[in-house]
């Protein structure tokens, strides 16, 4: 069975900085593409950024320059440095990762989802 735990959320004043983490554990054979995704209230959950197992990257336009996704492959693990942060990047911040594991073909999975709230 696998599982995304994700940790690192809370609240934080305009212009500060958090650090997302999302580790994937369980019987897993591969993982390949990765990424954060977030809902705020009222609108559809979009992609925040991504990176591919070879380390390449996307990332939606508000937040270029701000945030920056890494992954650590020996540990199954993503982060997402959020910097200067808005108001606008309140949500709930979920991981997802696509990965094959034993018995089963590739498939995303997704965490739980974490908070974040910015806010004077």
């Known amino acids: 069975q696998v599982q995304l735990v994700e940790s690192g959320g809370g609240l934080v004043q305009p212009g500060g900085s958090l650090r997302l983490s999302c580790a994937a554990s369980?019987?897993?054979?591969?993982?390949?593409?990765m990424g954060w995704y977030r809902q705020a209230p009222g609108k559809q959950r979009e992609l925040v950024a991504g990176?591919?197992?070879?380390?390449?990257?996307t990332y939606t336009g508000s937040v270029k320059g701000r945030f920056t996704i890494s992954r650590d492959n020996a540990k199954n693990t993503v982060y997402l440095q959020m910097n200067s942060l808005k108001p606008e990047d309140t949500a709930v911040y979920y991981c997802?990762?696509?990965?094959?594991?034993?018995?089963?073909?590739?498939?995303?999975?997704w965490g739980q989802g974490t908070q974040v709230t910015v806010s004077p």
């Open positions: 997802n990762a696509d990965l094959r594991s034993w018995g089963s073909n590739i498939r995303d999975y």
């Open positions: 369980g019987s897993i054979l591969s993982i390949y593409a």
């Open positions: 990176i591919t197992s070879g380390g390449t990257t």
